[in-house]
C-alpha cells in the first residue's frame, strides 16, 4: 500500500489585481491634484497678501513722511517778522527753489503750500491731484536778529555796518527786518573786522542772491531811517529748506527740477508713485553742468493725494477748505489723503469711483481710469486700472508752528 506525502492546505500569494492598482493611481493622483491646488490657493492668497500688505505699508510710510514734514513747517522761520513777505534781488536761485518768477520781488513766506499737479508729471482725467511744498527754517539760527545796522553808506550800496558780527560769517544768507514786517534777503560774501564789522553783501557774481544797486534795487521803497538799528537774521548757509512731495506715473528724468518737465521721449510710463524732493537756497539752477538733488522715490502706487487746509483760531479748526481758499483765520491743521493701489491685479473689479475726502457736495473723488490707450496706461494691466485693489490712506496733522495767510 503506498501513501502520499501530506501536502497540508494549500496556499496562494496575496497581491493587487491590475484594476486595483489602476484605481489606487486615479485616487492618488486626485488627492494630488486637490492637495497642489489648495497649495496653489494658499500660495497665491499669501503672494496677493504679502504685496497687497507692501503697497499699504508703502503707503504708511509715504503718510509718516509727510506727517513729520508738515509738523515741522514753519519751524525757524521769521514768520512774525517777515509776515508781509521778503524782497528778494538777483534771486533766480532762491526763485526756483520757493517757485516765484525769477529776478527781483517779493517772495510770500509760506510754510505749506499745495496746487494741482497738471501734465507732464501727473494729471488722470477729471482728477485733482494736489502736489505738496513745505518750507522749514534751518536749525542752525534763531528768528530773533543776532545783530543791528549801524551805519549803511547808501540804500544804493550793498555794505553795512552791524553792531555785533560774532554770529555772522561769510556765505550766510541773511534777512534784514524792515518796519512794515517785511525783510530784505541777501547774502554775506565777505566780512572786514571783529566788532563793529563792516558786513559787505556783494552784488552780481559774488552772489546771485544780491541785487545790483544795493537794498533798494531789492525793496523799491526802503530807506536809509528804515535800515538804521533794523534787525540782521542770520539763515546760515542753509536758509530756507523746502521738501516738495508729488505724483507722476512717468520715470523721472534726472534734469528736471523738482516739478520740471518730464519728456515723454526720455520717460517710459509707469506706475504713478509719490516723489519727493528736499533741497535749500544753495540748490543750484538746472544747467548742463549742475544737476538739481536727486528725487526720491517715497512709494510706489500712490495714484492720487488730496490736500485741506484746516482754518481756525487758538488751534482750534472751523472749517477745512481746499488749497487756494482764503476764508480767513490761521491754518492749524492740514487734512492729506492719500490713494494706494495695489501692484497685482485682483479677481473681478474695483468700485469705478473711490470717495477721498467729504461728503455730498463737497466730496472729493477719484474716478478709477479705463480703457486707456497704449501710451498712456498708468501701469495698469490692458490700460483698466480696476483690475487692482485700492485704499484710502487719510490723516489730520496738527501744525505747530505759525502758519498764516495761506
Known sequence: ??????????????????VELMVALVVSALAAMAIYGTFIGF?????????????????????????????????????????????TGQSSNFANVVGTSNGAGLLGLVPVAASAQVSPNYGPTGTSTYALTVTTGGSVFSTS????????????????????????????????????????????TNM???????VVANSGAASPYNAPGGFAAADPGVTAQALMNAGVINLGRGGFYIDNFWIQDQNPNPNAHVLGTVPTSAAPLGVPSLYMAQYNAYTPTPSATQLPPLLTLVARGIVDMQVEFG???????????????????????????????????????SPAVILLMGTGPSAVTYTVPTGLPANATMGCVEGNCRHYLYH???????????????
Not at 550800496?157 to 524792515?178: C, E, I, P, R, Y
Not at 481756525?312 to 472751523?318: F, P
Open 43 to 87: 500660495s497665491n492668497d499669501f503672494t496677493q497678501t504679502k504685496t497687497q500688505n507692501n503697497s499699504w505699508q508703502q503707503a504708511r510710510t509715504a503718510m509718516a513722511q509727510i506727517t513729520q514734514a508738515v509738523e515741522s513747517a514753519g519751524y525757524g522761520l521769521p514768520m512774525y517778522n517777515c509776515s508781509n513777505g521778503i524782497y
Open 192 to 198: 572786514n573786522g571783529s566788532n563793529n564789522m563792516n
Open 392 to 406: 484710502v490712506f487719510k490723516t489730520v496733522i496738527p501744525v505747530r508752528n505759525v502758519i498764516w495767510n495761506q
Open 145 to 188: 536778529p543776532v545783530a543791528h545796522i549801524t551805519q549803511v553808506p547808501s540804500v544804493n550800496a550793498a555794505n553795512m555796518k552791524v553792531d555785533n558780527g560774532n554770529l555772522l560769517a561769510s556765505q550766510d544768507l541773511f534777512l534784514v527786518t524792515m518796519p512794515n514786517s517785511t525783510c530784505i534777503l541777501g547774502q554775506i
Open 311 to 349: 482754518y481756525g483760531t487758538q488751534g482750534v479748526v472751523t472749517s477745512y477748505q481746499a488749497p487756494g481758499s482764503l476764508p480767513g483765520g490761521d491754518v492749524v491743521a492740514v487734512k492729506i489723503a492719500l490713494l494706494a493701489r495695489s501692484t497685482r491685479t485682483i479677481p473681478g473689479l
Open 1 to 18: 500500500m503506498s501513501c502520499r506525502p501530506w501536502l497540508g492546505t494549500k496556499s496562494r500569494t496575496q497581491g493587487f489585481t491590475l
